[in-house]
């Protein structure tokens, strides 16, 4: 158990929708990375979030867009939605301290776009 | 931009070792990482290497050069628990302190 939460942890929408997964952060963490994972593949960078700012972006679209509270939970938002968003969505966090700054991953959200 | 490659699959018994090999091409360079993720479930944390030579923690094992661009993990005894995918993910490039992963390498371990 890394202390990392994600809800939902299923969700069905249907193409043209919008969605928003969420992350609790692991206690004493203040930087939360999201990742999409498709079937068969390795996690793709989204986004990361350090003290409420956007600290880097992968290659997506707008419609992906993020939200860092104070208490360092997050979420990801996800506009207009299309068949290829069907993945699971992963949230990783990590302290920004050091070199190592390890990311610990939540059980992750799979969403399934119809 | 970054580049990973790891094999796709590997086959293994029981009690057997196996190697992992990861090479990567990347812009920047802040660590390699090594995560198991079983099917189903989220990538978990087993080693990281920023210095060039060999981790150990257990029947893990995790080298790292970074001027040959080459990591591999070592898995010893193996049980049949260790039936997973292994990602090997690289920090460092222009994106922050992102993870660049590879696809993953599955291991089916036979008894």
């Known amino acids: 158990e890394t202390g990392v939460t994600q809800s939902p942890t299923h969700l069905i929408k249907t193409r043209g929708q919008q969605v928003t997964l969420r992350c609790s952060s692991q206690?004493?963490?203040?930087?939360v990375s999201w990742y999409q994972q498709a079937l068969g593949q390795g996690p793709q960078f989204i986004f990361q979030?350090?003290?409420?700012?956007?600290?880097g972006r992968g290659n997506f679209p707008p419609r992906f867009s993020g939200l860092q509270f104070p208490n360092y939970s997050s979420e990801l938002n996800v506009n207009a939605l299309e068949l290829d968003d069907s993945a699971l969505y992963l949230c990783?966090?990590?302290?920004?301290?050091?070199?190592?700054?390890?990311?610990?991953f939540g059980p992750g959200t799979r969403l399934l776009v119809l | 931009g970054q580049n990973i490659d790891q094999p796709t699959e590997m086959t293994a018994t029981e009690g057997a070792i196996v190697q992992i090999n990861c090479t990567y091409q990347?812009?920047?360079?802040?660590?390699l990482f090594w995560y198991q993720q079983h099917a189903g479930e989220a990538p978990t944390f087993l080693s990281y290497?920023?210095?060039?030579g060999l981790e150990e923690k257990g029947r893990f094992s995790s080298f790292l050069s970074r001027s040959k661009g080459y990591s591999y993990l070592l898995l010893k005894e193996l049980q049949m628990k260790d039936s997973a995918s292994y990602l090997c993910a690289v920090r460092g490039g222009a994106a922050g302190n992102k993870l660049t992963f590879g696809g993953g390498t599955r291991v089916l371990v036979k008894p």
């Open positions: 990347t812009s920047g360079f802040n660590g």
């Open positions: 290497n920023v210095l060039d």
């Open positions: 979030y350090y003290r409420e700012e956007e600290n």
């Open positions: 206690s004493g963490h203040n930087t």
């Open positions: 990783a966090s990590s302290l920004s301290q050091g070199r190592e700054e390890t990311q610990y």
